[in-house]
């Protein structure tokens, strides 16, 4: 195989990682969004909830929703910073 035809397929999958890379980067950005507006809306729901049994559950999942979101920002900054070429 010549050098052009390695090359080329070089090329080509390198392309098909970054486009993997933005159509990932754009997953994300959506559903970060989604899991902030969730993370807000519980937050009034755990202002408003008097008794400590729905107080304790609404806290639980206002964790896992915080840590949840904060390795998709992870994730997301690490996916940017690639497609910016920071990284290697």
Excluded: C, F, W
Excluded at 34 to 56: C, S, T, W
Aim: no cysteine; charged share 50%.
């Amino acid at each position: 195989m010549g050098t052009e035809k390695l090359l080329d397929k070089l090329t080509n999958l390198l392309n098909a990682k970054r486009r993997k890379q933005i159509k990932q980067h754009d997953s994300l950005k959506k559903l970060l969004k989604k899991l902030k507006k969730r993370q807000e809306k519980h937050k009034k729901l755990l202002a408003a909830k008097k008794d400590p049994e729905g107080r304790k559950r609404i806290e639980r999942t206002l964790k896992v929703i915080y840590t949840q979101r904060k390795k998709g920002i992870k994730l997301y900054k690490d996916i940017t910073d690639d497609l910016k070429g920071k990284n290697k």
